[in-house]
């Protein structure tokens, strides 16, 4: 937003230049981002907090001016002459809950010419184009002190009646910017006996718009509804600088001076008839509740003993007004000025007084603490698997915590929790899976010709039910590309990262915690390629389900090569301790290895050849591992040929051949009822 500084003068008698008014505003919230030009044709670009619209404007900014530096601040006050005759105008508002407050004026026999050049030269150097005299009376009053306004050709209004009331189904409006558009019945607008001639707060109707033909205006300046603006703004796409300060909240008691403010420069610039007092329609109060401070409180909270004097200053300056409560001064019920919609509490005061004070002025403490630290449960697991996943090569990254409604559906079965007023359809629910920002942010990568990415994310997913929501905490991984770096002196180790490369950092991490089984099957969720993915089973519960993502979903997200995910579900696998380290003695008898070479069917997965040996319950046997897998061949083409490596260790003794080959003859006959063939 642009300011100008010489603008800023008119109200307050500045003794310091451009750049130490812009250091000083700086220093108090208003933030000067940058300056442009020089002398009179200085501007400031603010940056101006949403939830300060009373310092969108050259009176609101002279008003902090005026505080910080203790100087007064010069009353907004026009000068109109004594009315004539009678307006000739009614004025209806349907509903009160939505415009509480609408202010008019007529003037007739009005010139409309080109503004002044005082008045033109303000508004260019606000990049604002000048268009005549009266709409420039009321673009520059928007800037002056922050309140939308709005002219109408008073001999086009039908009826000569204005009405504040929503929409009815069917009619349309267009609007100054030549577009016709389509209302509903949410949409408030200003209408004349028979159509709409303004959409409300956010603009004005073409076909009653001043034209070089008007001779007679009406003038209007009206409180509305902030939700009520925002929804319509949005819902027409039409963001305008009356809507913006709509949205945030405008002075409801400003609409008279306004309206004056604009009567005055056009009477100025186009002469004319002040007709009938002015209108004020009020069928609704924004009463701000009085706050009280208590002195004692603001030393307090800011560590600093600043003087009654001091505080009462600035907030005289700021425009409050206090009542003392007790007689030594300690207590003060303050009454909250009109434009500031953003102070409802005590603290907000003693934020302002902060602020005016200058935050450099306060010492450097460190405040009082007499707890210690507590860390949270999950705090020594959380930095496992965090330090886990950097070793491995892995990235953290943050996406936003907000999904479409159709990811929400596609990668996740829970009930999705929708945003009130969503930013955009690709925003437009909490997320319920991790997996559409990791997505995003690979593709972002890839699109940017990173072509080998490692990234994980934790964070909470956000899921309904019937009564209130969950939040279960989730890790994503995300990668592609190569499974090692590229290295000039082993070529022959570069290759494309593999399921079996994930699966691995997945074990990686599930190896940190306490489990008596774990072990993996192929049930993972559809949006994974069927045979390249995986899910984790620890003690009966998935804690991880990992793998390839389907061709289809890649495709449909353009993502040009193949990409892996992983999903861990934390709070499942927080049920597990961590595992520690424990000393157990090298054995001291051998060890006797047997091999068997069996053939399976496809069908046949290696989770179900362990189960067949764990079902033994065999105490010597140590470890059962696939040695070599091989098909082709004289392999059919519906089986494959495995290499079983059978491991058997006593701690106590040496094993008997008899023995071994007794145990050989169970694994084989156990191996045998699954469907597999010993291959001689």
């Given at each position: 937003?642009k300011?100008?500084?010489?603008?800023?003068?008119?109200?307050?008698?500045?003794?310091?230049?451009?750049?130490?008014?812009?250091h000083?505003?700086?220093?108090?919230?208003?933030?000067?981002?940058?300056?442009?030009?020089?002398?009179?044709?200085?501007?400031?670009?603010?940056?101006?907090?949403?939830?300060?619209?009373?310092?969108?404007?050259?009176?609101?900014?002279?008003?902090?001016?005026?505080?910080?530096?203790d100087?007064?601040?010069?009353?907004?006050?026009?000068?109109?002459?004594?009315?004539?005759?009678?307006?000739?105008?009614?004025?209806?508002?349907?509903?009160?809950?939505?415009?509480?407050?609408?202010?008019?004026?007529?003037?007739?026999?009005?010139?409309?010419?080109?503004?002044?050049?005082?008045?033109?030269?303000?508004?260019?150097?606000?990049?604002?184009?000048?268009?005549?005299?009266?709409?420039?009376?009321?673009?520059?009053?928007?800037?002056?002190?922050?309140?939308?306004?709005?002219?109408?050709?008073?001999?086009?209004?039908?009826?000569?009646?204005?009405?504040?009331r929503?929409?009815?189904?069917g009619?349309?409006?267009?609007?100054?910017?030549?577009?016709?558009?389509?209302?509903?019945?949410?949409?408030?607008?200003?209408?004349?006996?028979?159509?709409?001639?303004?959409?409300?707060?956010?603009?004005?109707?073409?076909?009653?718009?001043?034209?070089?033909?008007?001779?007679?205006?009406?003038?209007?300046?009206?409180?509305?509804?902030?939700?009520?603006?925002?929804?319509?703004?949005?819902?027409?796409?039409?963001?305008?600088?009356?809507?913006?300060?709509?949205?945030?909240?405008?002075?409801?008691?400003?609409?008279?001076?306004?309206?004056d403010?604009?009567?005055?420069?056009?009477?100025?610039?186009?002469?004319?008839?002040?007709?009938?007092?002015?209108?004020?329609?009020?069928?609704?109060?924004?009463?701000?509740?009085?706050?009280?401070?208590?002195i004692?409180?603001?030393?307090?909270?800011?560590?600093?003993?600043?003087s009654?004097?001091?505080?009462?200053?600035?907030?005289?300056?700021?425009?409050?007004?206090?009542?003392?409560?007790?007689?030594?001064?300690?207590?003060?019920?303050?009454?909250?000025?009109?434009?500031?919609?953003?102070?409802?509490?005590?603290?907000?005061?003693?934020?302002?007084?902060?602020?005016?004070?200058?935050?450099?002025?306060?010492?450097?403490?460190?405040?009082?603490?007499?707890?210690?630290?507590?860390?949270?449960?999950?705090?020594?697991?959380?930095?496992?698997?965090?330090?886990?996943?950097?070793?491995?090569?892995?990235?953290?990254?943050?996406?936003?915590?907000?999904?479409?409604?159709?990811?929400?559906?596609?990668?996740?079965?829970?009930?999705?929790?929708?945003?009130?007023n969503?930013?955009?359809?690709?925003?437009?629910?909490?997320?319920?899976?991790?997996?559409?920002?990791m997505?995003?942010?690979?593709?972002?990568?890839l699109?940017?010709?990173?072509?080998?990415?490692r990234?994980?994310?934790?964070?909470?997913?956000?899921?309904?039910?019937?009564?209130?929501?969950?939040?279960?905490?989730?890790?994503?991984?995300?990668?592609?590309?190569?499974?090692?770096?590229?290295?000039?002196?082993?070529?022959?180790?570069?290759?494309?990262?593999?399921?079996?490369?994930?699966?691995?950092?997945?074990?990686?991490?599930?190896?940190?915690f306490?489990?008596?089984?774990?072990?993996?099957?192929?049930?993972?969720?559809?949006?994974?390629?069927?045979?390249?993915?995986?899910?984790?089973?620890?003690?009966?519960?998935?804690?991880?389900?990992?793998?390839?993502?389907?061709?289809?979903?890649?495709?449909?997200?353009?993502?040009?090569?193949?990409?892996?995910?992983?999903?861990?579900?934390?709070?499942h696998?927080?049920?597990?301790?961590?595992?520690?380290?424990?000393?157990?003695?090298?054995?001291?008898?051998?060890?006797?290895?047997?091999?068997?070479s069996?053939?399976?069917?496809?069908?046949?997965?290696?989770?179900?050849?362990?189960?067949?040996?764990?079902?033994?319950?065999?105490?010597?046997?140590?470890?059962?591992?696939?040695?070599?897998?091989?098909?082709?061949g004289?392999?059919?083409?519906?089986?494959?040929?495995?290499?079983?490596?059978?491991?058997?260790?006593?701690?106590?003794?040496?094993?008997?051949?008899?023995?071994?080959?007794?145990?050989?003859?169970?694994?084989?006959?156990?191996?045998?009822?699954?469907?597999?063939?010993?291959?001689?």
């Open positions: 937003m300011i100008s500084p010489s603008w800023i003068r008119d109200f307050v008698d500045l003794k310091v230049d451009n750049n130490a008014l812009a000083d505003l700086t220093s108090i919230g208003i933030a000067v981002e940058s300056i442009a030009g020089e002398g009179d044709s200085t501007v400031f670009e603010m940056e101006i907090g949403t939830n300060r619209p009373d310092a969108m404007n050259h009176y609101g900014v002279a008003r902090e001016a005026s505080a910080f530096y100087i007064p601040l010069k009353p907004f006050a026009p000068k109109l002459p004594s009315p004539t005759g009678l307006a000739g105008v009614t004025i209806t508002v349907e509903d009160g809950r939505y415009c509480p407050r609408f202010t008019a004026r007529v003037i007739r026999d009005v010139s409309i010419e080109p503004s002044p050049t005082n008045i033109a030269s303000r508004l260019a150097l606000l990049d604002q184009r000048p268009i005549n005299n009266a709409v420039d009376a009321t673009n520059y009053v928007l800037w002056e002190i922050g309140k939308p306004t709005h002219v109408f050709d008073l001999d086009l209004l039908e009826g000569g009646r204005i009405v504040v929503f929409a009815r189904a009619e349309s409006l267009k609007t100054l910017d030549g577009v016709e558009r389509k209302l509903t019945t949410e949409d408030l607008v200003v209408a004349d006996a028979k159509k709409p001639v303004g959409l409300a707060g956010v603009m004005g109707g073409y076909d009653t718009m001043i034209t070089e033909e008007t001779h007679n205006i009406l003038i209007e300046s009206a409180w509305w509804d902030p939700a009520t603006i925002r929804k319509a703004s949005k819902r027409h796409a039409l963001h305008t600088d009356a809507s913006h300060r709509f949205e945030r909240g405008a002075d409801f008691e400003s609409t008279i001076v306004s309206t403010r604009v009567a005055e420069l056009i009477l100025a610039s186009g002469g004319g008839k002040l007709t009938g007092d002015v209108i004020d329609v009020v069928v609704g109060a924004r009463d701000q509740a009085p706050i009280v401070l208590n004692s409180e603001v030393h307090r909270i800011l560590g600093k003993a600043l009654v004097e001091e505080i009462l200053r600035i907030l005289t300056r700021l425009g409050f007004e206090f009542t003392a409560e007790r007689h030594d001064g300690e207590e003060f019920t303050v009454t909250v000025p009109s434009w500031r919609l953003d102070v409802e509490r005590e603290i907000d005061i003693i934020e302002e007084i902060a602020r005016l004070h200058g935050y450099d002025r306060f010492p450097n403490t460190l405040p009082a603490y007499a707890g210690a630290v507590i860390e949270l449960p999950d705090a020594a697991k959380d930095a496992r698997l965090r330090t886990s996943l950097l070793g491995l090569g892995y990235n953290e990254a943050v996406s936003l915590a907000f999904i479409s409604s159709e990811d929400a559906k596609r990668f996740s079965p829970a009930t999705a929790l929708p945003l009130a969503p930013l955009s359809e690709e925003a437009s629910v909490m997320r319920t899976s991790l997996v559409p920002g997505l995003n942010m690979l593709a972002y990568n699109n940017r010709d990173s072509n080998s990415v990234l994980f994310e934790a964070g909470q997913v956000y899921e309904a039910d019937s009564t209130n929501s969950i939040e279960p905490k989730h890790i994503c991984l995300g990668a592609t590309g190569q499974a090692l770096p590229t290295n000039i002196n082993r070529p022959e180790e570069a290759r494309p990262l593999s399921f079996f490369d994930l699966k691995g950092d997945i074990e990686n991490l599930l190896e940190a306490e489990s008596t089984a774990l072990h993996y099957d192929a049930h993972a969720s559809d949006y994974y390629h069927p045979g390249r993915s995986a899910r984790a089973v620890m003690d009966g519960t998935v804690v991880a389900q990992f793998g390839q993502l389907h061709p289809d979903v890649a495709a449909a997200r353009k993502l040009r090569q193949d990409v892996f995910i992983a999903e861990l579900y934390l709070d696998l927080y049920q597990h301790d961590l595992r520690h380290p424990r000393y157990r003695t090298l054995p001291r008898y051998p060890a006797v290895e047997r091999d068997f069996f053939l399976f069917a496809d069908t046949v997965t290696f989770e179900q050849i362990r189960e067949s040996a764990e079902k033994l319950h065999l105490s010597t046997l140590t470890s059962f591992e696939p040695a070599e897998i091989f098909r082709g004289n392999v059919p083409p519906d089986k494959y040929s495995i290499l079983l490596r059978a491991v058997f260790q006593s701690g106590e003794r040496t094993l008997r051949e008899d023995e071994v080959a007794q145990w050989s003859a169970q694994m084989i006959k156990a191996l045998q009822a699954l469907g597999g063939t010993l291959r001689a």
